[in-house]
């Protein structure tokens, strides 16, 4: 006797046979497949971000090292919310780069990437059915990591250079309002948003809380914010007290397999320690326990690396040439290494058959819908010049055909 019975769960069933779940992850395995039948200088994949820079010289002797180590229970446990020297070397780095005097270590938790840091603060945050406010374009997992912790996502609208359009973000406040997460340098955008766009969004954060009498936290998801092209990452932690800064070195230092961040509460945030507390509790039980050891020793010793991303802004200018050749539109990024750009006209901002479009042409790039984005489709270049440059007549024919 058949019963239509699931024994895995049905939601996730769904959401992983759904066509824009893990487009970016089924972008990269198809770009293999067509390597090994036509040839990896015959296939121009720009699905993921995956730096490809070397990690700094610096990185290399702190790994050699801390693998030199031969101290009694080196590799053993160590307090949920990491090494106490891990934690501080973060504070500090984060007290410069948001432009504040100091910051404890307390007000650190290490985390197994900017992916489970952002996991640990909706945990430690959200009540069943906060909701969480995001500006579209937005990177892919937030929907995820949101509901995974029994929020809801509310996308509002950007402005036309994707800027914050505190406006749409004012609109769609409620009293379910938890939290709104802002990335910047953004992917899929590379759009770095400014202090005055930030102060703008603050004000309407005060003015809600003055109204509600809930303070909404302003999380900033910052892993590409040393990668930027001439422009500046605002500082947030002066600005206001509700804020949180979630990161990892996959970007900056090249290191994503390592799976190594941290998360950092403002300290003048009235809540900070019960966050804090919330979680350290979380870390555990979503069964991270802790961070990894061994990176947490390796970024104390090396998080201040010296970094040359010059030739990411060299591979971004290459593109941009083969754009204009194509005739394609783009919005001009400002940090990260990503390039959104426009679907065709012709193809009625349906970028996920664009995509499948290009892949005729045996370009892999991720469609615009995955990000909250219709219309455009995004080009990750942290990939040799070799594939941008010979990539130039592929995508004039893919624009000139349909």
């Not at 972008?27 to 200088?41: H, N, R, T």
């Not at 359009?165 to 770095?192: H, M």
């Not at 603050?202 to 900033?220: D, M, P, Q």
């Not at 970028?351 to 005729?360: G, I, Q, T, V």
Request: aromatic residues 12%; proline residues 5%.
């Amino acid at each position: 006797m058949w019963y239509n019975i699931f024994m895995v769960s049905k939601k996730i069933f769904d959401l992983v046979n759904s066509p824009s779940s893990g487009v970016i992850r089924k972008m990269f395995e198809e770009g293999a497949l067509l390597k090994a039948k036509f040839g990896e200088d015959k296939v121009y994949d720009f699905s993921l971000g995956n730096p490809d820079l070397d990690p700094p010289q610096k990185v290399v002797d702190a790994i050699k090292q801390v693998a030199a180590e031969e101290k009694h229970l080196c590799h053993g446990y160590m307090p949920n919310a990491g090494f106490k020297e891990a934690r501080q070397a973060m504070a500090d780095k984060t007290a410069k780069e948001q432009e504040i005097d100091s910051i404890d270590f307390s007000n650190v938790v290490m985390t197994v990437g900017a992916a489970g840091a952002l996991n640990v603060i909706f945990k430690a945050l959200l009540n069943d059915n906060d909701e969480v406010i995001v500006p579209c374009p937005y990177f892919t997992e937030y929907d995820h990591y949101i509901q995974n912790h029994g929020g809801k996502i509310v996308r509002v609208k950007t402005k036309a250079d994707f800027g914050l359009d505190p406006s749409q973000i004012e609109n769609a406040l409620t009293d379910k309002t938890a939290a709104v997460l802002i990335n910047s340098p953004n992917n899929p955008s590379g759009r770095i948003y400014s202090d005055d766009e930030i102060l703008e969004v603050i004000t309407v954060l005060n003015k809600h809380a003055e109204r509600s009498g809930r303070n909404v936290y302003l999380i900033c998801d910052e892993p590409y914010r040393a990668i930027t092209y001439g422009k500046k990452v605002a500082s947030v932690f002066p600005k206001y007290e509700y804020s949180i800064v979630a990161t990892s070195f996959a970007k900056n230092l090249s290191l994503p397999g390592e799976r190594i961040g941290y998360i950092c509460v403002n300290p003048s945030c009235p809540e900070a320690k019960d966050f804090i507390a919330n979680a350290i509790f979380v870390t555990r039980t979503l069964g991270y326990v802790n961070a990894p050891s061994f990176f947490q020793k390796v970024i104390t010793r090396a998080w201040n690396s010296e970094c040359d991303y010059s030739l990411y802004e060299k591979r971004k200018n290459e593109l941009i040439e083969v754009m204009k050749y194509a005739g394609l539109q783009y919005a001009q990024p400002e940090g990260a290494f990503y390039l959104f750009v426009k679907v065709p006209d012709g193809w009625n901002d349906d970028d996920m058959a664009f995509a499948n479009h290009l892949k005729k042409f045996n370009i892999l790039c991720a469609p615009g819908c995955a990000f909250g984005g219709k219309g455009w489709f995004r080009i990750a270049y942290c990939v040799s010049e070799a594939t941008i440059i010979n990539s130039k007549e592929a995508f004039k024919k893919a624009v000139e055909s349909k």
